[in-house]
């Protein structure tokens, strides 16, 4: 249990000094603003009791800011200048950049936890930033290491297409009762592959302007999750510059005897099958095995997929002005068609073959991009589920259908008219 100032609130019970027994309790925390009126209406994720500049407080964490308010005994009716001194204070998650247990260690390497450290950055002038740290001192190894969970989730920034396309809203409630109802959905994956050796599983991918808006955000670590996120497709947006490739795919067979073959467990490619190619300047591609709804794509990244359909959605996006390319994009929050551009290609398919050209192009921008020495020679980055992979040549995307069962169920297909967000 956290322990607060005790002489504090002895004296303010007596009666004495109110005044100054509740400035002293109140958290001494220069950067903190009181809370504003929409943060009430937040969902609270978390609420736990820490220590606070020597203070026990109510810390209430929810989706977008960290609530605290001082705990003082019950006075009688009328300090009103008391309570105001102790209203909640409010820090929004934005500012917050790094997280980390906070532990006293020993001359023996034994550590003690002592609770959790929150890494601010706040700007102090129009050109400088000021950083500062919050300490919420709990003794309770399981109390931390929840809420210390739930901030390096927040600060993930991820847009967790798989909880949004399975459940409709990344809600831990909403997954639960699933489980509990034993909803099972079984789910396509795909395996990504280079050279014949296997890369990783995963349900999406972006190519060009996705795989490098998320390079440069990985690069700027310390931004919280919404401005690292803005940074990086600005400065990606500023510089605009299409992909030399060549496309390969096989398109996808519908027949009932060979979908039927491939939920069997035989995904293998029939010699009948006929690949098809392309060849061009891309802006951006996209192959995706699931709808990928999103905050920013309330409709999905591709909502002509779905869970288990047995297919891929590949999306080419052609060479075209900066101006043209943004309308596509903000296509992707609205109910409007994303694909209704005359350089937007959509296919489905079952495999898909990727071949960059230009390594020249690659190398030039890591190395703009980049520290010297740290960047991989000739590497494209590519933005799957997420999460930043750098391949030095063409790149295989297999569908393996039902793969796996996940518990969930699937998103009915919602007429474009109907289409509301409340997201955003």
Request: net charge neutral; charged share 25%.
């Amino acid at each position: 249990m956290p322990r607060g100032r005790r002489g504090s609130r002895v004296s303010a019970l007596e009666g004495g000094g109110e005044e100054e027994a509740a400035a002293a309790a109140v958290p001494s925390v220069p950067w903190a603003s009181p809370q504003p009126p929409e943060a009430a209406a937040e969902q609270v994720l978390l609420r736990g009791i820490f220590e606070i500049r020597r203070s026990s407080c109510d810390v209430v964490l929810s989706e977008r800011a960290l609530k605290w308010r001082p705990i003082q005994p019950e006075l009688p009716a009328g300090h009103s200048k008391y309570d105001l001194l102790c209203k909640e204070e409010f820090l929004e998650l934005k500012d917050i950049f790094s997280v980390k247990l906070k532990r006293r260690y020993f001359a023996s390497g034994a550590g003690t936890l002592l609770g959790i450290t929150l890494f601010i950055c706040l700007k102090k002038e129009q050109n400088k930033l000021k950083d500062s740290t919050l300490d919420l001192i709990n003794l309770s190894e399981d109390h931390c290491d929840i809420w210390f969970r739930q901030f390096k989730k927040i600060l993930a920034g991820s847009t967790n297409v798989l909880a949004h396309s399975l459940h409709g809203i990344p809600h831990v409630v909403t997954a639960t009762l699933h489980i509990i109802m034993g909803h099972i959905q079984p789910v396509d994956v795909c395996t990504f592959s280079s050279t014949g050796k296997l890369l990783r599983f995963g349900f999406s991918a972006m190519f060009g302007f996705g795989g490098r808006t998320l390079a440069l955000a990985e690069k700027h670590r310390w931004m919280s999750p919404n401005q690292r996120r803005d940074f990086a497709i600005m400065k990606a947006l500023a510089k605009l510059k299409p992909e030399d490739c060549e496309i390969s795919f096989l398109p996808f067979n519908s027949s009932a005897d060979l979908q039927e073959r491939r939920l069997q467990g035989s995904p293998k490619s029939d010699c009948n099958d006929q690949w098809q190619m392309i060849q061009g300047q891309f802006l951006n591609v996209s192959i995706m095995a699931i709808p990928c709804l999103c905050s920013v794509a309330p409709r999905g990244l591709a909502p002509t997929t779905r869970l288990n359909n047995g297919s891929m959605a590949l999306i080419i996006v052609r060479n075209t002005s900066r101006p043209e390319f943004i309308k596509h994009l903000k296509r992707y929050a609205s109910v409007k068609n994303q694909f209704n551009f005359p350089f937007v290609e959509t296919y489905t398919v079952d495999e898909v073959k990727v071949y960059p050209k230009n390594k020249t192009s690659a190398q030039s921008q890591e190395e703009e991009d980049r520290p010297n020495g740290t960047a991989s020679e000739n590497s494209f980055p590519w933005n799957v589920d997420g999460d930043l992979m750098e391949v030095t040549s063409e790149v295989h995307v297999k569908l393996h259908p039902r793969l796996i069962n996940l518990y969930g169920e699937s998103m009915e297909e919602m007429n474009d008219s109907k289409v509301t967000c409340n997201c955003l």
